[in-house]
């Protein structure tokens, strides 16, 4: 049973960096497509982008100029990082194992990074 | 603004049976596999129907899935309190090359 974990601040100041960190455990990161997935408080879900080994990685068009993810295979780790955050980026932040780009069947619990100075 | 529509809200009482509609287009539900979660309050949420109707391994056949056209439905029978949540479908987008998700279904098992 594949796990997955978000880990990072839960703080950011406006203008830097959110940089986020998902561990998945229970199965190699090779084999399959992730995605990060935000939902600001009290509102809806918003994909922000996805990788694959085999594919290009995507990204949500609002999001495409500030957004970065990267693997590391040996830590079976992938990361985030969005620039030039503001308090709209304030949100709950998934990463998600990705199905042939068909669906999410596992998920990370979240974690909450607010933007605030 | 959703790229995919659903309604707000609906509710039904126990034992009932309850219809979540997810609207489209061609660029996205019309031509792809659309698939639902169902996420409980403070919990991430959980994969209930993929590739249109399809339920993954533990998920009882009280949900089930359909497509037509540009319009998907989720179904879900035998209403319990325990179902109480939002509920969104999700596809992939051939003209944005990005995934959509609705904007979400609040549940109210009354």
């Known amino acids: 049973q594949v796990q997955l974990q978000e880990s990072g601040p839960g703080l950011v100041e406006p203008s830097e960096t959110l940089s986020l960190t998902c561990t998945v455990s229970?199965?190699?990161?090779?084999?399959?497509?992730y995605s990060w997935i935000r939902q600001p408080p009290g509102k809806g879900l918003e994909w922000i982008g996805n990788f694959s080994f085999s594919e290009n990685t995507n990204y949500t068009p609002s999001l495409k100029s500030r957004v970065t993810m990267l693997v590391d295979t040996s830590k079976n780790q992938f990361s985030l990082k969005v620039t030039s955050v503001t308090p709209a980026d304030t949100a709950v932040y998934y990463c998600?194992?990705?199905?042939?780009?068909?669906?999410?069947?596992?998920w990370g619990q979240g974690i909450l990074v607010t933007v605030s100075s | 603004q959703s790229v995919l529509t659903q309604p707000p809200s609906v509710s039904a009482a126990p034992g009932q049976k309850v219809t979540i509609s997810c609207s489209g287009s061609s660029s996205n539900v019309g031509n792809n596999y659309v698939s639902w979660y169902q996420q409980l309050p403070g919990a991430a949420p959980k994969v209930l129907i993929y590739?249109?109707?399809n339920r993954p391994s533990g998920i009882p056949d009280r949900f089930s899935g359909s497509k037509s056209g540009t319009s998907a439905t989720l179904g879900i029978t035998g209403l319990q309190t325990g179902d109480e949540g939002d509920y969104y479908c999700g596809t992939w987008d051939t003209s944005l090359s990005a995934w959509v998700f609705g904007g979400g279904t609040k549940l109210t098992v009354l």
């Open positions: 229970g199965g190699s990161i090779k084999s399959f497509s």
């Open positions: 998600a194992r990705d199905l042939g780009g068909n669906w999410f069947d596992s």
């Open positions: 590739d249109n109707n």
